[in-house]
């Protein structure tokens, strides 16, 4: 179903060409969603834009629009405001019939993309050898409900999971392994991941102070690369232990993503030097091969150089990065190739971008982007960590919030005098628990870093996954209460719209479309959570000021229709930020 906004493009593009000639085709009529509801739903501002090309007042320029403009099947008559501002308003008959064409659609009119992309979605990333932890929160719950959106809209998603489970660190710490505890390097699940990550803190330690330590663990690394069976054999155990244990966490948070590590890219980096130096942009500097990058320059001013094979031959992150891009745009065909990690690696990204752009591998017809996020802070607005000053777990942190759940839920069932099932408060609990914690990222635009708070995160009131679930809960509370089966409300059912309160409501349900295009555009999810929450505000607006199961048919039925494209909707939405809805709570 075409959107209302993108119908209004198309007829206020057609009166420009109408009025003003066909050098107007293609000007963008500036459409937006009304600031207030008393200039209507709709408004457009390219009046003021034409001005100074067209050498004519904003008011006259809006006068000659209005003359062209045909609207009149689904909009009120435009009216000029201001300096000249064009204001248009929705027909109510007109939402009446786009809602009925709506109801009962599971994709609520949501069309997919008439040019469907292969997107290559690149998030989580975990390091082998280490455990999950808060930082790893913002990639992958960002970059799955990122895959959702996508995916919704028809595209074709490659999720990746680029884990680090190559390079320095597995020298370091087999070495270690192999005077401290070898029957890890022989024997599967030998010791616990959080072991394995004590002793990984201990072989680091080592490194950093003993140079023939640093040098046995450098050779060991070099075997490891050169396809060493005894040391592949032991690589091998390591990532498969830690493999286990972040699988368990993408269970509980419902991520799905096809693992590609870093070693996956191994045999290709040869030939990213090669194609390095046949683009011309190979330069040897102090033994390692390097590009000198353009916009980027060091402490002393000079040109800052990307390293991508060290003076001993070794490669580092930027090879398997540049490796990495060249596979996704040759092999997997990607379309548009997508990094969701921290913001402290925005240079990173920016540079190898620049070496694959230079070295002709990224076509015009291929996007690559970085979506970057901000820090998790802690209460005190510094970055979230243990009272010992360790980086917190993931796990521990999930935990905690469904602990949190469940206790605040055990509480109000005691208040409330209801008495439920085991199984019951289980389910409850850990659905609000984990879609707290989801919410509470999704809903802070990613570029900003966010203060970790349980209490708000946990809260029925406010901007929290709680009041949605809440929100959705009440209508199937509706639905119990009069015995309704909102799939069976009769054949002659249909859509009044009377009150504010229910106009209200119909138009933001009927703007979903607009919010997900937006979404696929700036891959922003905030904007589908603020959607959301206004959905859920709007409704419960509707709730109080219009009664549904007293109200006298037909408009009994109309608002349970309401009620059932709000239930919907909202369902939908939560699953493309990866949040499962509850029955009763």
Request: glycine share 8%; with cysteine.
């Amino acid at each position: 179903m075409t959107s209302t906004l993108e119908r209004l493009k198309t007829n206020v593009e057609n009166a420009l060409v109408a009025a003003f000639g066909e050098e107007m085709a293609g000007t963008d009529p500036l459409l937006v969603p009304a600031s207030n509801p008393k200039f209507g739903d709709y408004q457009s501002n390219v009046a003021m834009s034409l001005a100074k090309p067209l050498k004519q007042k904003p008011r006259d320029i809006a006068g000659k629009i209005v003359e062209n403009l045909d609207v009149s099947d689904f909009c009120e008559a435009p009216a000029i405001a201001g300096p000249g501002f064009i204001n248009f308003t929705l027909k109510t008959e007109y939402l009446e019939s786009q809602l009925a064409t709506i109801a009962g659609d599971e994709r609520l009119g949501v069309e997919p993309v008439e040019h469907p992309q292969r997107v290559v979605v690149d998030f989580s990333s975990p390091n082998i050898a280490k455990e999950m932890h808060v930082g790893h929160l913002r990639s992958t719950i960002i970059g799955d409900s990122i895959a959702r959106i996508l995916e919704f809209r028809g595209h074709d998603v490659l999720r990746l999971n680029h884990v680090g489970d190559w390079g320095t660190q597995f020298g370091m710490l087999i070495t270690y392994l192999r005077e401290a505890f070898p029957q890890a390097l022989t024997t599967a699940d030998a010791l616990d991941l959080g072991d394995l990550v004590g002793f990984y803190k201990k072989a680091k330690k080592r490194f950093d102070e003993d140079e023939e330590f640093r040098e046995i663990s450098r050779q060991q690394v070099v075997k490891l690369q050169a396809g060493d069976a005894e040391a592949i054999r032991a690589w091998e155990l390591l990532c498969e232990q830690s493999r286990r244990e972040f699988q368990k966490i993408y269970d509980w948070l419902d991520i799905q993503l096809k693992e590609r590590g870093e070693s996956f890219y191994n045999s290709y980096l040869p030939q990213v030097i090669e194609e390095l130096d046949k683009a011309g942009l190979l330069v040897e500097d102090q033994g390692a091969k390097c590009v000198f990058l353009e916009g980027f320059t060091n402490k002393e001013g000079q040109p800052q150089p990307l390293i991508v094979q060290k003076s001993n031959g070794g490669y580092n992150y930027a090879t398997t990065d540049l490796a990495a891009l060249r596979y996704r745009i040759e092999k997997d065909k990607g379309d548009r190739i997508i990094y969701v990690t921290d913001m402290g690696q925005a240079t990173h990204f920016a540079q190898v971008f620049q070496v694959a752009t230079r070295a002709g591998w990224i076509p015009e017809n291929i996007e690559v982007v970085h979506v970057p996020f901000g820090l998790v802070l802690g209460e005190g607005g510094k970055k979230l960590k243990t009272r010992e000053g360790e980086t917190v777990r993931l796990r521990d942190l999930l935990h905690e919030a469904v602990d949190r759940a469940r206790a605040d839920l055990e509480t109000r069932l005691k208040e409330e005098g209801r008495s439920e099932t085991e199984e019951f408060i289980d389910r409850v609990s850990q659905g609000v628990g984990i879609s707290a914690v989801k919410y509470a990222d999704l809903s802070q635009n990613r570029t900003s870093s966010y203060v970790f708070s349980y209490d708000k995160m946990l809260s029925l009131q406010g901007n929290t996954a709680p009041y949605l679930l809440y929100a959705y809960v009440r209508i199937q509370g509706i639905s119990r209460q009069g015995n309704i089966d909102f799939q069976n409300l009769g054949e002659n059912r249909q859509i009044q719209l009377q009150e504010e309160t229910e106009l209200v409501l119909a138009k933001h349900l009927l703007s979903l479309n607009e919010v997900l295009q937006t979404v696929e555009r700036d891959l922003l999810p905030n904007r589908l959570c603020e959607y959301l929450y206004q959905l859920s505000k709007k409704f419960n607006q509707f709730y109080e000021n219009c009664p549904v199961l007293q109200a006298e048919e037909p408009m009994r039925t109309s608002r349970l229709m309401l009620c059932d494209l709000t239930a919907t909707t909202l369902k939908l939405g939560l699953s493309l930020l990866g949040i499962k809805v509850l029955e009763r709570m």
